[in-house]
């Protein structure tokens, strides 16, 4: 069993930069596949990026290759998402979460969820 809780959200202007940190409670955080999702008001939850437990793989959603970096740190049970170059579309509730299963983008195969951060981008 894992908990999540996330941070760093917060109000941006278009063009700047967040780093949302999520830590994880448990012996095990360095066996998850860890994912960034977010949901926009009256839309569904979508993919944002996911990273396997030792870093090797790393998943984007098209719409933040190149804007958005994931790491972790498995000594510090804790996943980071680096925001640049946030745009009005990027806000909304971002949530990280864990799976040992084999997928990477897909929601339903997630096990275990953080409570959300918000993130607001003006423009």
């Known amino acids: 069993q894992v908990q999540l809780v996330e941070s760093g959200g917060g109000l941006v202007q278009a063009g700047g930069a967040l780093r949302l940190s999520c830590a994880a409670s448990?012996?095990?955080?360095?066996?998850?596949?860890m994912g960034w999702f977010r949901q926009a008001p009256g839309k569904e939850r979508e993919f944002v990026a996911a990273?396997?437990?030792?870093?090797?793989?790393?998943v984007y959603a098209d719409s933040v290759k190149g804007r958005f970096t994931i790491f972790r740190d498995n000594a510090k049970n804790t996943v980071y998402v680096q925001m640049n170059s946030l745009k009005p579309e990027d806000t909304g509730v971002y949530y990280c979460?864990?799976?040992?299963?084999?997928?990477?983008?897909?929601?339903?195969?997630?096990?275990?969820w953080g409570q959300g951060t918000q993130v607001t981008v003006s423009s």
């Open positions: 979460a864990a799976t040992l299963r084999g997928s990477f983008s897909v929601a339903r195969d997630y096990d275990h």
């Open positions: 448990g012996r095990t955080f360095s066996s998850y596949t």
């Open positions: 990273i396997n437990w030792n870093g090797g793989s790393l």
